[in-house]
């Protein structure tokens, strides 16, 4: 019965008759290439590669509806809480199963989430000239003593297990931090370099000659999480949209934000 199920689910087809509006809540700061904008508005165009990612994640489901509402993320994660909105996307943390409901696995239903449906496994790697001197590991530098890397304001915050060894090097656009690290002035750059375990190199960099340098800088993985009280109240939906995630990652759409950023930086 359950194959039978998710055989529909997977199919696209509803297990609802009735419209259901899901209120997803996001941050009202930009956060490129993730969520544009610095307001309470919603982009009418480009609103940000995990917005589009969860309208196509929606659009599958027939009858179900997506209301968005940008709050500063505090109010969004309070509010999840309180059951005054439905969803939003966030890392794992153990304290975090206060505020909602993350998918977990059948087999461990008390231990972390079931990292293949999640929304989004992202990898950032930096970029250097070829043949450089210095190292990365994966863990820590080497070859240097501070390794300055140019990043866009608005950006996520780089975190790394060698944190002391970065300076950052803020800019206005991706562009004037290509223009730096060709220049000499920066040591590296950095991308988005794998989603959901496979390279999606931008290809410019190859076109500049440009290099990416393993393993990752880090890795971040981002969750949907249900408030409790949806869950409780739709646990099926709840499960048909992680059961969707499973497949539908939306590659394509980070990697054509990709190209839009540095479109709109020349």
Known sequence: MQR???????????LFSHATT??????????????????????????????????????KVPGLQLELRRLPWKRCLQQLQQGEVDALIASY?????TLG??????????????????FSA????????????????????????????ARPL???????SDQSKISIHYTLSGAMDLDLLEGGR??????????????????????????????????????LVFSHAFYQAQPQLAEQLWQLLAVEKGEAIYQKYLSILLQMSN
């Open 4 to 14: 039978y199920v998710w055989g529909l689910v997977l199919a696209g087809t509803s």
């Open 186 to 223: 920066v040591n590296a750059i950095t991308t988005l370099c794998r989603i959901a375990g496979k390279n999606a190199e931008a290809p410019y960099l190859k076109k500049r000659q440009l290099q990416v340098i393993y393993p990752p800088l880090y890795s971040n993985t981002g969750y």
């Open 154 to 160: 608005g950006y996520a915050p780089l975190k790394t």
């Open 122 to 149: 992202h990898q950032t790697c930096l970029v250097s000239k070829p043949g450089v001197s210095w190292r990365w590991d994966g863990q820590k530098f080497s070859g240097i003593d501070q390794v300055v890397i």
């Open 22 to 59: 899901l209120k997803f809540c996001y941050e009202d700061k930009q956060l490129r290439p993730y969520y544009f904008g610095n307001s309470a508005d919603v982009p009418a165009d480009m609103p940000g590669a995990t917005i589009e990612h969860l309208r196509l994640l929606v659009s």
């Open 101 to 118: 409901h993350y998918p977990k696995s059948a087999s461990d239903p008390a231990g972390p989430p079931d990292s293949s449906r999640a």
């Open 93 to 97: 943390a153990k304290e975090r199963e």
